[in-house]
């Protein structure tokens, strides 16, 4: 029988540790094809490159993989990948393992998530995986096991076109995860502001800080199933259409 092909990215670059794990977590299960960028991408959302040429190469890493380094974004990866480089269509694509958190509204920033959506945008199954953890030197391999089973289950259970999973996960010990909880994307922004600063030169800049806000502490949340010890899994879908006010929208322009 024919191992499930899967194509890894992410957006923290080719070599982060992240993707390295996530790469030797889908050796076990299929056979695997690495398209990331070449550098961090991390932010950059569902950015693709129009402006400038992209390259690529087949880089050496462990592993059995084939992995390709690209000087694109995440989004790029998916699209190149899908193009010039995989010679039949994936089983499923997996981003990351993203280091921090996507949860919440993160989501719609993140470029890990963002080629999770596009391969769903392409009628690909898709998992978008970050850890609780910005860390460099994190312990990715305490979630192997709910990792491993999360895709395994997505690939005997196909999901519907045009959904894609957000998976996050909380900074934790294996024994100490609960579970996997099944949620909504919680009610939450960040408040922003700019500093101002001054540097050397005089020359007036700004820096970008905040905090996470989080309104919503119902049992289903993404953000209060990880508080409570659960890997948080939610269905995401990349239609922005708002159903339920098309018909008073319609009433109001007529």
Known sequence: MQKPLILVTNDDGITAPGVRNLVKFMNEIGEVVVVAPNSPQSGKGHAITINSTLTFEEISLEGPQKDYSLSGTPVDCVKFALDKILTRRPDLVVSGINHGANSSINVIYSGT????????????????????????????????????????????????KG????????????????????CKQADAKWEESF????????????????????????????????????????????????????????????
């Open 113 to 160: 998530m963002s080629a999770a959506v596009e391969a769903g945008v392409e009628g690909l199954q898709a998992i978008g995986f970050s850890l609780l953890d910005f860390s460099w030197d994190a312990d990715f391999t305490q979630a192997k096991t709910h990792i491993q089973e999360i895709v395994r289950k997505v690939l005997e259970n196909p999901m519907p």
């Open 195 to 254: 500093d101002e600063r001054v540097n050397p030169h005089g020359k007036t800049y700004f820096w970008l800080s905040g905090y996470f806000n989080n309104m919503d502490m119902s049992e289903d949340a993404d953000e209060v199933a990880l508080s409570e010890g659960y890997i948080s899994v939610v269905p995401v879908k990349f239609d922005l259409t708002a159903y339920e006010y098309m018909e008073k929208l319609k009433a109001v322009m007529e």
């Open 163 to 182: 959904i894609v999973l957000n998976v996050n996960i909380p900074k934790l010990k294996a024994e100490e995860i609960k579970g996997i909880r099944v």
